[in-house]
């Protein structure tokens, strides 16, 4: 059985310690947030779907003093709820209402951006802790969530109708754009539980690598993959050695940060034949300093940092020719909204479990979180396919 979210102290992350300048009391409170969320047409006690129902006025000062981190941790412990809380936060991430925020908030984001310019939190001392704090939180819950070859990341919805369908799209498209041939050599770094492993070397005949962070993830890899030629390592991509013909990195980019950027390209370039290829799909932001949400940062993602066009631009440049950026950022809002409706069928078997409400409330409020930031425009899907300069003739774009 599953430990309880609640119930590991190795999962549960401290809540940050916000800079204590007390907000507006009682009715003020409400009244201030109740302005502030205007531009997003929600009501408190509203009758429409948007609208938040508040059971709990205590929320109102954790939403004034912690914003985002504030409004999730309220909506965890039960003091608000919505009846489509997926189209909530789509419709407060549009308005950007936390950027209106003063006082405490404003300050507590300052502090985060400068922490990401000036300290390197993904070193590799920290590799391991999202596995063990995310990925590791219990197989049963992913493999109720998610399609049978177990993708943890954007599915491709262009010509599918089901959950199963656009996730196994998804490999064949990466399959295509890598041109994977018989007997070639490849590097999955993040390969999660070995959902494209296996269908490379399946549909391929090609040897993978793949490597993670996340003990639960290897083993489970490990067992999928028996008999296959697929090896799966529990490691740092910093430190692998050797010569590979393709590397396809999936959903594993948004845990690198800003100060490794240029880093781990060159490593990928040091793994990859001359005339590679490397294939890289990532979540990506507009946003100039992409520092995490705090909530997120806090309950799900640690030391997780979103890329922009900029700084991926600048990291590659050095080391490879970009030839095809394809962006489908749509598909993860079907895709979350997919994973929520399994996860959603699936809770009797996992509260049975033993997990308890407020991690239901945790998982609820993570994936319709996310869907509202894509929804919203705020996020990005991307899939890159990059070469190095010595890679001869060109590249077609497949899509």
Not at 12 to 24: L, T
Not at 64 to 73: A, M, Q, T
Not at 166 to 191: N, T, W, Y
Not at 285 to 305: H, K, S
Request: net charge positive; charged share 25%; glycine share 8%.
């Amino acid at each position: 059985m599953s430990v309880p979210h609640d119930a590991n102290p190795s999962i549960v992350a401290a809540r940050p310690r916000g800079i204590r300048i007390a907000p507006p009391r009682g009715g003020e409170q409400r009244a201030l947030l109740q302005a502030l969320v205007e531009p997003a047409d929600i009501r408190f006690d509203g009758s429409r779907p948007q609208d938040m129902q508040i059971s709990d006025p205590a929320c109102f000062e954790r939403m004034l003093r912690h914003g985002s981190l504030g409004l999730g941790e309220s909506y965890m412990d039960g003091q608000w709820d919505a009846r489509r809380l997926d189209e909530t936060l789509t419709r407060l991430l549009a308005a950007d209402v936390e950027s209106r925020l003063t006082g405490p908030v404003r300050l507590q984001l300052a502090l985060a951006v400068a922490k990401t310019r000036l300290w390197n939190r993904q070193t590799r001392g920290r590799a391991f802790e999202v596995g063990e704090r995310h990925y590791d939180i219990g197989n049963d819950v992913y493999r109720t969530m998610l399609d049978p070859t177990m993708s943890y990341s954007c599915g491709y919805w262009a010509e599918a109708d089901s959950l199963d369908a656009a996730q196994s799209a998804k490999l064949e498209l990466i399959c295509r754009k890598l041109d994977l041939r018989p007997g070639e050599h490849v590097l999955d770094i993040g390969c999660g539980w070995g959902g494209l492993a296996e269908y490379a070397a399946r549909t391929r005949g090609v040897r993978v690598l793949g490597v993670t962070v996340s003990k639960e993830q290897a083993a489970l890899a490990r067992e999928r993959c028996a008999g296959l030629p697929v090896e799966i390592r529990l490691a740092d991509y910093r430190s692998l050695q050797g010569r590979f013909d393709k590397v396809v990195s999936v959903g594993m980019f948004e845990h690198v940060g800003r100060k490794n950027h240029a880093g781990y390209f060159r490593r990928i370039a040091e793994l990859l034949s001359d005339d590679g290829l490397f294939l890289l799909q990532t979540i990506g932001t507009r946003t100039a300093e992409p520092v995490n949400d705090p909530w997120i940062d806090a309950y799900i993602f640690p030391n997780g940092e979103l890329p922009n066009t900029e700084t991926l631009a600048r990291a590659t440049r050095r080391d490879f020719v970009l030839e095809d950026w394809h962006g489908f950022g749509a598909d993860y809002d079907r895709t979350l909204m997919a994973w929520w409706r399994n996860f959603e069928r699936g809770w009797p078997a996992l509260e049975a479990a033993g997990y308890d409400r407020r991690f239901y409330r945790m998982w609820k409020y993570y994936l319709h979180c996310c869907a509202g930031f894509f929804r919203s425009r705020k996020g990005q899907l991307w899939q890159l396919v990059l070469s190095k300069p010595s890679r001869p003739g060109s590249y077609r774009s497949l899509r």
